[in-house]
Nanobody, 121 residues
Framework: ESRVVESGGDSVQAGGSLRLSCSASGFSIEDPTYMTWYRQAPGRECGLVAIIRHDGGADYADSVSGRFTISQDKAKNTVYLQMNSLKPEDTGVYYC??????????????WGQGTQVTVSS
């Protein structure tokens, strides 16, 4: 069974940093066309934060570009999201998913475990 487990969420002050981890099992992170991080803030829609393609190329939401970095460790079968210069508006539950899971199961915010990030001003 293919699974992902997110971790690393915490409560931090604005300007701080966190690194989220997405540990995959049952599949190799090299197999999907891409891996993604989404987030859902209270009362807001589930939104794409970052995407990393199997060739290592990455794209980011405008709101996090220049502050967040998505990366992958193929040996550990893990995808990371390094978050710097955090802002209160970055608060939310962060979810990770490979593209084939979202294609089959739909929006990850509806079925993923997620990890909570809270940024205080």
């Amino acid at each position: 069974e293919s699974r992902v487990v997110e971790s690393g969420g915490d409560s931090v002050q604005a300007g701080g940093s966190l690194r989220l981890s997405c540990s995959a099992s049952g599949f190799s992170i090299e197999d999907p066309t891409y891996m993604t991080w989404y987030r859902q803030a209270p009362g807001r829609e589930c939104g794409l934060v970052a995407i990393i393609r199997h060739d290592g190329g990455a794209d980011y939401a405008d709101s996090v570009s220049g502050r967040f970095t998505i990366s992958q460790d193929k040996a550990k079968n893990t995808v990371y999201l390094q978050m710097n210069s955090l802002k209160p508006e970055d608060t939310g539950v962060y979810y990770c998913a490979p593209e084939f899971m979202t294609r089959i199961r739909g929006r990850v915010c509806d079925w993923g475990q997620g990890t909570q990030v809270t940024v205080s001003s």
